[in-house]
């Protein structure tokens, strides 16, 4: 027996010859607005191979939820500009015609939305919002479908499944809302599943269910997924990777683990402090990132956190920092100015001692600090457009 697990343990320690199930290479996602073009998406790249998680984090406006859906096809403005490429299982998604993408969603590919409450047909029984997909993409019958519907939601947990079956979105709670948009979304046995704040406006209880829920389907599906949220404390243990964005732009990708323990990004530290701590008395103020995130249409000239950045130096300003590999391989982040070296720990002295408030904000917590940022934020540009799912 100790033989066979030294053996499953070297199996599965190497490295793995086949082709990622999603590429997605310096990937652009830019809007046509009458004030300009706004650079919601800018430059991205990630690879992701089937069964394994990454999570995409960052503030509202970061660009998440636009990544997400334009990788799917589903944002079908006229005035929606994509570039670079988005290969699904070799498939270039990019320039693909609609109806293309239509054979691909659910079956292939599905999204679990934001906001079941508006994403689910308030006029629509429950039954029929599961059974669409079902029937337009196996061409079984109506009695068929509703089997189906049924076994899903069961899979899903829903008390009393068929009963729900033959309700209306308004008389389910929360909870339940999420968990039939779920059923929705794996109805056709989708190899890939987006979830974009799939716990939004949920009390933290829901919130581990529905995200134990995915990770089940997850495992019993060996589906690849990709988890958009604003909370790093939602993809701590639930994700293989970890990609933070800001501004539209990746600035820090690396495993998991590796992130949380080694962060590199200036913007990566400050979420991290900003995240509620189980030690902290009860009514602790929560530490804030000061500012706001920038114009999109007029992003700054440099580092694009540098107005925030409590470590941030004139070069931050003038030039843009690329993408660079940490020590540890698989680990990018983009800074001039990385935390846990002595050029970062050099970079944020000179600014404490210079009283910069975004340093003096990330060192002492003060929110006092954090609000002469915001103050300096606005007088050196205009406000920010925002391109975030949930304020869109």
């Not at 933070?244 to 400050?270: C, D, W």
């Not at 060192?363 to 457009?385: F, I, K, L, N």
């Amino acid at each position: 027996m100790s033989t066979k697990r030294g053996e499953r343990r070297i199996l599965a320690a190497a490295p793995s010859t086949e082709a990622p199930l999603l590429a997605v290479e310096d990937f652009r996602t830019h809007f046509e607005t009458p004030a300009g073009l706004v650079k919601a998406v800018d430059g991205v790249s990630f690879t992701l191979e089937r069964g394994k998680t990454l999570g995409i984090v960052g503030e509202s406006g970061s660009g998440k939820t636009v990544l997400s859906r334009s990788i799917m096809g589903l944002l079908t403005a006229r005035n929606v500009r994509r570039t670079g490429s988005a290969r699904y299982n070799g498939q270039e998604l990019v320039g693909v015609s609609n109806s293309e993408l239509r054979a691909l969603w659910g079956t292939e590919m599905a999204m679990v939305f934001q906001d079941p409450m508006t994403s689910l047909n308030p006029v629509m029984r429950i039954e029929r919002q599961i059974s669409e997909g079902l029937r337009y993409h196996h061409d079984i019958s109506g009695d068929d479908a509703a089997q189906q519907a049924l076994e899903l939601l069961t899979s899903v947990g829903i008390p009393d499944p068929k009963r729900r079956l033959h309700q209306y979105p308004h008389e389910l709670s929360g909870g339940m809302r999420q968990r039939v948009t779920i059923a929705i979304a794996l109805a056709c046995g989708p190899k890939m599943l987006f979830a974009d704040e799939p716990t939004t406006a949920l009390d933290v209880t829901v919130q581990a269910q529905i995200l134990n829920l995915l990770n089940e389907q997850q495992r019993e599906r060996h589906m690849a997924m990709v988890l958009v949220t604003h909370d790093l404390g939602v993809v701590a243990g639930r994700t293989d990777e970890i990609a933070v964005m800001y501004a539209g732009q990746v600035v820090e990708h690396a495993p998991t683990r590796t992130l949380f323990s080694n962060v590199r990004m200036p913007y990566t530290e400050a979420l991290l402090k900003s995240i509620p701590k189980l030690e902290q008395p009860s009514h602790t103020r929560l530490q804030i990132i000061g500012g706001r995130p920038p114009d999109l249409i007029h992003p700054p000239k440099g580092c694009r956190f540098a107005p925030r950045c409590p470590y941030a130096q004139p070069k931050c300003h003038e030039e843009q920092p690329p993408l660079v590999e940490a020590e540890t391989p698989g680990h990018l982040y983009r800074c001039w100015f990385p935390v846990g070296t002595d050029a970062g720990r050099e970079a944020l002295e000179r600014n404490l001692a210079h009283h910069v408030p975004a340093a003096e904000a990330a060192v002492t917590g003060d929110s006092a600090a954090a609000g002469r940022v915001e103050v300096e934020a606005d007088a050196s540009g205009p406000a920010t457009t925002t391109t975030d799912g949930d304020d869109t």
